[in-house]
T-cell receptor
Framework: RKEVEQDPGPFNVPEGATVAFNCTYS??????FFWYRQDCRKEPKLLMS???SGNEDGRFTAQLNRASQYISLLIRDSKLSDSATYLC??????????FGQGTELSVKP | DTGVSQDPRHKITKRGQNVTFRCDPI?????LYWYRQTLGQGPEFLTY????????KSRLLSDRFSAERPKGSFSTLEIQRTEQGDSAMYLC???????????FGPGTRLTVL
């Protein structure tokens, strides 16, 4: 079993759609959680950290359920510019990040 | 640009050759990380430094790989006797003291022929 597992992609959605990504992690001692965005052939960039209380940044909402070891990302009113690969990331300690394989999102006009 | 920089951005080499990559972290960041990413996968942790000390190495880092950060600033990653399976994007990241957000450089794309 992979340490961080994400929904397989790709997700193809029309502009304006709401899309949800799910992620599970296996290490119960994981300390912090993130969603990164990666454009084609570019480096990963931090989209948002994820907290147990849930957090929102504009059209993006992230949730963490430590009991279920589950992380989610919701994108509302999706834009063409949201097209990218979304990486679920877990810090298992000492700064060591474990990445999921990524879920590709393609937003179509 | 005060972000993480990596050099070279692309490297094509023949199997069996040695290659060295450089990473310059954000100036006030004391932690530096190396990751490897192959097509269709997320980045995989290789090793990390706190200042000049190498604190952890992944089992992915075979004895052909060596990383250094001699003065606690820039870091180098060397691959000896390259193999075709080493073809990947090599990413460097850095983070601030007491911060857990890692900022990535643009990566070095290695192709081994």
């Amino acid at each position: 079993r992979k340490e961080v597992e994400q929904d397989p992609g790709p997700f193809n959605v029309p502009e304006g759609a709401t899309v949800a990504f799910n992620c599970t992690y296996s290490n119960s001692a994981s300390q912090s959680f993130f969603w990164y965005r990666q454009d084609c052939r570019k480096e990963p960039k931090l989209l948002m950290s994820v907290y147990s209380s849930g957090n929102e940044d504009g059209r993006f909402t992230a949730q963490l359920n430590r009991a279920s070891q589950y992380i989610s990302l919701l994108i509302r009113d999706s834009k063409l510019s949201d097209s990218a690969t979304y990486l679920c990331v877990v810090n298992i300690g000492g700064g060591k990040l474990i990445f999921g394989q990524g879920t590709e999102l393609s937003v179509k006009p | 640009d005060t972000g993480v920089s990596q050099d070279p951005r692309h490297k094509i080499t023949k199997r069996g050759q040695n290659v060295t990559f450089r990473c310059d972290p954000i100036s006030e960041h004391n932690r530096l990380y190396w990751y490897r990413q192959t097509l269709g996968q997320g980045p995989e942790f290789l090793t990390y430094f706190q200042n000049e000390a190498q604190l952890e190495k992944s089992r992915l880092l075979s004895d052909r790989f060596s990383a250094e950060r001699p003065k606690g600033s820039f870091s180098t990653l060397e691959i000896q006797r390259t193999e075709q399976g080493d073809s990947a994007m090599y990413l460097c990241a850095s983070s601030a003291p007491r911060g857990d957000t890692q900022y990535f450089g643009p990566g070095t794309r290695l192709t081994v022929l």
